[in-house]
């Protein structure tokens, strides 16, 4: 929970799960209003609960660099998943266009391109 001016504002993770912040939140510290993207990014690749788990688990005075690896981490494998679909969309389109480029060369007549002299000169 941070106070800004008067107003009080949720906490990134509580503003994320609609959820009411206050003093007891485990993760107001480390997700202040301004880190939205951050908490929800690391949400979607690991989950709060784990999130809240790998929180416990470490000592007080090394959470905040947990949670500054975990962002880092949530943003390395977003940018694999994302190369990966992309990788995936190109090798379909490839597919595609190879099965097209194999219809076209049955459908079409075999033309010789290169014709030696002799060769030229005896058909006329
Ligand atoms: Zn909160």
């Not at 975990?70 to 390395?76: G, K, Q, T």
Request: hydrophobic content about 40%; charged content about 30%; proline content about 4%.
């Amino acid at each position: 929970m941070e106070e800004m001016s008067g107003i009080v504002y949720p906490c990134a993770a509580c503003k994320f799960h609609h959820k009411k912040c206050g003093e007891k939140c485990e993760l107001a510290a480390y997700f202040p209003p301004s880190d939205y993207e951050n908490f929800k990014l690391v949400h979607k690749i690991f989950g709060t609960s784990y999130i809240k788990k790998i929180l416990k688990d470490v000592p007080i005075e090394s959470r905040g660099d947990a949670v500054k690896s975990m962002v880092y981490e949530a943003r390395a494998r977003d940018i694999d998943r994302l190369l990966r679909d992309r990788i995936v969309q190109l090798e379909s389109q490839l597919a595609e266009l190879l099965n097209a480029k194999a219809s076209l060369s049955l459908s079409l007549p075999t033309v010789t391109l290169h014709q030696s002299d002799e060769e030229f000169w005896r058909t006329l």
